[in-house]
Nanobody, 126 residues
C-alpha cells in the first residue's frame, strides 16, 4: 500500500514559480513510477508529468514541457514538481499518483496509476 499527500500549492502571479511536494508512505515507493496530474474547473483530470522508479527518465505533457520539472528523492519518499513561468491556464488541482504495478513503461494514463493523493490547489492570477 502507498499513501500520498501533496503540499505546496497556493496562489501565484503569472510568470511566478511554485514547487509541489508529494510525501509517500510505504517502502514500495522507490520501486514505482510516479506521476503528476491536474484537473482544471469543468475539465477532466489530465496528465502533467511522469518519472520512472529511479528518477532517470521523465516525460511531460506538451503544455508544460520546458516549464515544469518532475523529480524524486527516494531516500525521503518524496516526489516533486517544480513549476516555473506559470500561466493562468495552469490553474488546477494537482494530484500526485503512484503506479499500479512495478513496470518500466512510461505511464501517462490515469488507469495506470493505483494510488492517488488528495490534491493541492494551484491558482495562477493574470
Amino acid at each position: 500500500q502507498v499513501q500520498l499527500a501533496e503540499s505546496g500549492g497556493g496562489l501565484v502571479q503569472a510568470g511566478g514559480s511554485l514547487r509541489l511536494s508529494c510525501a509517500a508512505s510505504g517502502r514500495i515507493f522507490s520501486s514505482l513510477g510516479m506521476g503528476w496530474f491536474r484537473q482544471a474547473p469543468g475539465k477532466e483530470r489530465a496528465f502533467v508529468a511522469t518519472i520512472n522508479w529511479i528518477g532517470d527518465s521523465t516525460y511531460y505533457a506538451d503544455s508544460v514541457k520546458g516549464r515544469f520539472t518532475i523529480s524524486r528523492d527516494n531516500a525521503k519518499n518524496t516526489l516533486y514538481l517544480q513549476m516555473n513561468s506559470l500561466k493562468p491556464e495552469d490553474t488546477a488541482v494537482y494530484y500526485c499518483a503512484a503506479a499500479r504495478t512495478i513496470t518500466r513503461a512510461t505511464l501517462t494514463k490515469e488507469g495506470e496509476y493505483g494510488y492517488w493523493g488528495q490534491g493541492t490547489q494551484v491558482t495562477v492570477s493574470s
